[in-house]
């Protein structure tokens, strides 16, 4: 399936996030703390450093390399150590319950959206709002549109939303999400 993502405003960081479901769970993964761009661009850097993105290979690295590797200029997260470590606990749980295999969150036993986002709420690092973004990015944007995905992944999967990384498809759709973000933190310090 031929998808083109443009999360990251960077061509070769948004090929990997288009055709690569780990790059895009671990991209989900560093999103917090730092620019969206940022965080979505880390997998690139991973390719980068240790080759081909392999939730086994991850898994079984030593941690201290593997946070070497996530900490080498420019890091990956403003905090490198302990996302190295949700990196590889993440990969570690794919191995153990997907056999290294992300699509299958999605796709075994062709589950509806309530149960892929009970799967994607199980991942270490994954809370209930990052799932339930998580859920209407794979379906805005990566076609896997199980029968209710849209109500699983609640305001997130509005199809006029901007709200979310799920809804970047360009630089305006990203300053509309951005404005969004800005005017919802702006509310929060109202109350």
């Not at 570690?92 to 709420?121: F, H, M, N, Q, S």
């Not at 994954?126 to 799932?131: E, H, I, N, S, V």
């Not at 006029?160 to 305006?172: H, K, M, T």
């Amino acid at each position: 399936m031929s998808r083109t993502l443009h999360l990251t405003q960077n061509a070769e960081a948004d090929a990997l996030l288009s055709e690569d479901p780990l790059a895009l769970l671990l991209g989900m993964l560093l999103d917090q703390q730092i620019p969206m761009e940022k965080a979505f661009s880390g997998p690139k850097v991973l390719v980068e450093r240790i080759g081909a993105l392999d939730a086994h290979r991850i898994a079984a690295m030593d941690p201290e390399e593997f946070a070497a590797v996530c900490a080498t200029p420019p890091a990956i997260h403003r905090f490198p150590g302990s996302m190295a470590k949700r990196v590889q606990a993440l990969c570690a749980y794919l191995v153990e319950t997907y056999e290294g295999d992300p699509e299958r969150i999605w796709t075994e036993g062709e589950p509806d959206g309530a149960r892929v986002l009970a799967r994607l709420k199980a991942l270490p690092g994954y809370g209930d709002q990052k799932a339930r973004i998580f859920l209407a990015l794979l379906g805005k944007q990566w076609q896997v549109t199980p029968e209710g995905w849209r109500e699983a992944a609640g305001a997130y999967g509005d199809p006029d939303a901007r709200r979310s990384i799920a809804d970047v498809l360009d630089q305006d759709t990203l300053e509309e999400v951005r404005a969004w973000k800005k005017q919802q933190k702006a509310a929060a310090k109202q109350k």
